[in-house]
């Protein structure tokens, strides 16, 4: 079957660094999503991005983030300025047209330490 | 968004079939029912979803009740593999799935 893959796995960062967190979604997929895990916590959704916009995004998702789709297979979110409380996995995920009644393929994530 | 409510945890044998039980009673006509899981250390991973009417697939069972206000996730031979979160969500119209807390599968050996 198609997967998502996400690189790095695990990231190590010093507060108020960048880090820049990439995705390749399953090639004939057009909308593709960023979700976040705290440890311990439940899954939350951050963005969801189609056609090149973002289509809809969570209150997590304030101006220190961003995503990007740079050419056409990557796709990335950046935070800007990283908070120790940005410290979670993050999981990539693409769906073929975003219809209510088709799947999400999930990367199997990126572990983001903030120190 | 709609809410689903899952039991917190459930125990199941190997090779027993499991019946993981989910509310959804402010279900809309349109919402679809999405079962996701989770393994230990991984994404969420699809499991199988419905409108309407019973679902099989070569993971899964759904069965929706008649008034679409509850639905059963069934693993017909649970392994020690399906040992997972999962999670029952209700899909409206838009992008997003909204994870809850989900329900803890054990299975013993």
């Known amino acids: 079957e198609p997967e998502v893959t996400q690189t790095p796995s695990h990231q190590v960062t010093q507060m108020g660094q960048e880090v820049i967190l990439r995705c390749v979604p399953i090639?004939?997929?057009?909308?593709f999503y960023w979700y976040r895990q705290i440890l311990g916590q439940k899954v939350e959704f951050l963005v969801s991005?189609?056609?090149?916009?973002?289509?809809?995004k969570s209150e997590i998702f304030d101006d220190q983030f961003s995503v990007e789709r740079p050419d056409g297979s990557n796709f990335t979110l950046k935070i800007r300025s990283t908070k120790l409380e940005d410290s979670a996995m993050y999981f990539c995920a693409s769906s073929g047209r975003g219809l209510d009644n088709e799947k999400l393929f999930f990367g199997s994530g990126t572990q983001l330490s903030v120190l | 968004d709609a809410k689903t409510t899952q039991p917190n945890s459930m125990e199941s044998n190997e090779e027993e079939p499991v019946h993981l039980p989910c509310n959804h009673s402010t279900i809309s006509g349109t919402d679809y029912i999405h079962w996701y899981r989770q393994l230990p250390s991984q994404g969420p991973e699809y499991v199988i979803h419905g409108l309407t009417s019973n679902v099989n697939n070569r993971m899964a069972s759904l069965a929706i009740a008649e008034d679409r206000k509850s639905s059963t996730l069934i693993l017909h031979r649970a392994t020690l593999r399906d040992a997972a979160v999962y999670y029952c969500i209700l899909k409206t119209s838009g992008s997003r799935l909204t994870f809850g807390e989900g329900t803890q599968l054990t299975v013993n050996p």
């Open positions: 090639s004939n997929h057009l909308y």
């Open positions: 991005f189609y056609n090149n916009e973002i289509s809809e």
